[in-house]
């Protein structure tokens, strides 16, 4: 039977797993509810299971018995968001203020059905399936922390490759994949900003140092910095995203704050950024005869994909679920994603799956992150069936 009519027969458990997951969604690097529920789906499977120390991750080895060919890394991501949900979905969240509104629950109940499948087939594999079920994508670095603890040596060999997936409830018809070589998603660091003045009466400006005047001549100049100082086709995206300052109208406040989000999509770019950003805010600040600083963090680097990965991946969509269901995406998303560590050590691709609801136009559903968006389940056994095609496929073309 093809792969993905075995994962069509099981889509009524992969369903019943992302729905429990749903209903109970868990913040950060602690899941223990979400890792028990994993554990349990992965019981009785011919796995190797290890589990994280910083982090309640579950690391799972199947090692086929048909050869001691390379190691192939599945990863999908398991934590949720401090949104309410608003969907009156029969299986939305029962926890206020937490909800899977980035479809993670998907990706961990898919990749569970991927080790089942896999699982079945442990004779015929000729090489080593890793399945990284990861805590804390959402801001917290968890694929960093996983690396830490070992997960690109869980089989004893590094992997070959590594393919992460992820469900948008927008842009993508539900059931159709994209991927692309090279830049896949964004870099994203925070730039953190504090303008020191000295505050004063209003009415009298000449005599304190306004740090509001200052601040927000430098929110003006990161947008004129993204247009003069980088090149249109390797572009970056900086955006206010929070900006403090004063408490009332006759008052000249001591210091303004403002937070800003980067993106980049080259190391050149994000280089660039890094240098120029505190240097401008700094003159600034000079050149008014107040001081600031500027710290630039860096968060999430770019998730860049492999070329001939992204081809692999790309065929392999064309090959199982008809070419008419693959893109090869224009351009990269200004999205962020930590699988993006795994990705500067292992070669491998990033794929996005559409997970639209019937009835809702790709093109205004909510987004990913909405407390309205919705994930359709009739992806679920599409996404099982690329995870373990992906797996199946690559070791059978071996080291090279
Ligand atoms: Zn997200
Ligand atoms: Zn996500």
Do not use: W
Not at 177 to 194: E, H, K, N, P, Y
Not at 219 to 242: E, M, Y
Not at 323 to 330: K, S
């Amino acid at each position: 039977m093809r792969v993905r009519d075995e994962a069509a027969q099981i889509a009524g458990q992969i369903t019943e797993l992302r729905h429990a997951i749903h209903r109970e969604p868990e913040i950060g690097l602690d899941l223990p509810k979400t890792q028990a529920k994993v554990l349990a789906a992965l019981d009785g499977l011919p796995l190797e299971i290890s589990t994280g120390q910083g982090l309640s991750s579950v690391t799972a080895v199947l090692r086929g018995s048909a050869g001691s060919g390379p190691v192939v890394l599945l990863r999908g991501d398991m934590d949720a968001l401090p949104v309410t949900e608003e969907t009156g979905l029969p299986y939305a969240s029962v926890i206020p203020g937490a909800m899977h509104a980035c479809g993670h629950d998907l990706h961990t109940a898919m990749l569970a059905g991927a080790a089942r499948l896999l699982s079945a087939r442990q004779a015929e594999l000729d090489g080593t399936v890793v399945f990284m079920f990861q805590p804390g994508e959402e801001g917290y670095a968890g694929a960093r922390s996983m690396i830490e603890e070992g997960v690109l040596e869980a089989a004893g060999a590094r992997p070959v490759a590594a393919y992460g997936l992820h469900v948008t409830s927008q842009r993508l018809p539900c059931g159709t994949f994209s991927t692309r070589a090279g830049a896949m998603l964004a870099a994203a660091d925070q730039i953190t900003v504090t303008v020191h003045g000295r505050g004063g009466h209003a009415s009298t400006p000449h005599r304190a140092a306004d740090p509001i005047v200052v601040a927000c001549e430098m929110v003006t100049a990161l947008q004129t910095l993204v247009t003069r100082k980088f090149d249109v086709f390797d572009p970056v995206v900086i955006t206010v995203g929070s900006f403090h300052a004063g408490t009332t109208d006759n008052v000249i406040p001591d210091q303004a704050t403002f937070l800003a989000t980067a993106r980049s999509f080259s190391h050149g770019s994000r280089d660039a950024l890094a240098e120029l950003v505190p240097r401008l805010i700094g003159d600034i600040a000079r050149g008014h005869g107040l001081t600031a600083e500027a710290v630039y963090a860096r968060e999430y680097p770019v998730t860049v994909n492999d070329a001939a990965e992204a081809a692999f991946a790309g065929e392999t969509i064309a090959d199982v679920f008809g070419a008419e269901r693959g893109e090869q995406a224009e351009f990269p998303l200004t999205g962020a994603e930590d699988f993006s560590f795994v990705l500067e050590q292992v070669p491998g691709a990033f794929v996005m799956l559409g997970a639209c609801p019937p009835g809702r136009d790709p093109l205004t559903a909510p987004t990913n992150h909405s407390a309205h968006a919705v994930f359709d389940d009739a992806a679920l056994a599409e996404g099982t069936a690329l995870y373990a095609e992906l797996a199946l496929r690559r070791l059978i073309r071996g080291a090279a």
